[in-house]
């Protein structure tokens, strides 16, 4: 089975500091996806990266950035975290990009920014 | 701009039912792939079921089916025989070229 491990369930973090969201896959898939899950809004695409090193621009990348230096992690960075930025942050991967492969989800990060 | 609409916020449906959820969509693309994801109470999400969009035939994964109308850009998810075990949110998802887009949910009650 694939599984997606994100570093911490839970992360509580004061304005103004660089928080580091982590994101392992185990199956050697080629894309992997940062989302942000926020009551009646859904899942908002922040970044994803279809190859190492490679990334692109979700619809919600402002106050974000991503890192991929190896092909099974993913990490996600606040360089300096807002209130606004309180939210479930799920990361997914999945086996090829712009295909019929479903996305394998991690169990989220909740994050609350005080 | 693609977007993913699911008007129903909140569905409740009698354990043993059938339920429709409705998704509908906008998408300038011809070759896209659609999805429906189910995230259960503090659980992780996972796929329930997928449609190709150049495939005309509905997709069907045991109780659940799709109707999938391409001219009218409509996606439902019927769930038939309902189990208190399918109470979730329920996502529908399009992903075409560098596009991933989610609707914003539905919450489904099964009522025993």
């Known amino acids: 089975d694939v599984k997606v491990t994100q570093s911490s369930r839970y992360l509580v973090k004061r304005t103004g500091e660089k928080v580091f969201l982590e994101c392992v896959q185990d199956m050697d898939h080629e894309n992997m996806f940062w989302y942000r899950q926020d009551p009646g809004l859904g899942l908002r695409l922040i970044y994803f990266?279809?190859?190492?090193?490679?990334?692109e621009k979700g619809d919600i990348p402002e106050g974000y950035s991503v890192s991929r230096e190896k092909k099974e992690r993913f990490s996600l960075i606040l360089e300096s975290a807002s209130t606004n930025q309180t939210s479930m942050y799920l990361c997914?991967?999945?086996?090829?990009?712009?295909?019929?492969?479903?996305?394998?989800f991690g169990p989220g990060t909740r994050l609350t920014v005080l | 701009a693609q977007t993913v609409t699911q008007s129903q916020p909140e569905m409740s449906v009698q354990e043993a039912e059938t339920v429709t959820l409705s998704c509908t969509y906008d998408?300038?693309?011809?070759?896209?792939?659609l999805f429906w994801y189910k995230q259960p109470p503090s659980r992780q999400m996972i796929l329930v079921i997928r449609?190709?969009?150049?495939?005309?035939q509905n997709a069907t994964e045991n109780r659940f089916s799709v109707n999938f109308q391409k001219a009218a850009k409509s996606f439902s998810l019927k769930i038939s025989d309902s189990q208190l075990g399918d109470a979730a949110m329920y996502f529908c998802?399009?992903?075409?070229?560098?596009?991933?887009?989610f609707g914003t949910g539905t919450r489904l009650k099964v009522l025993a």
């Open positions: 997914a991967s999945s086996l090829a990009p712009w295909s019929y492969n479903e996305q394998f």
């Open positions: 998408t300038s693309e011809s070759d896209y792939y």
């Open positions: 449609q190709e969009a150049y495939k005309q």
């Open positions: 998802a399009l992903e075409g070229t560098y596009k991933y887009i």
């Open positions: 990266s279809y190859d190492v090193k490679m990334k």
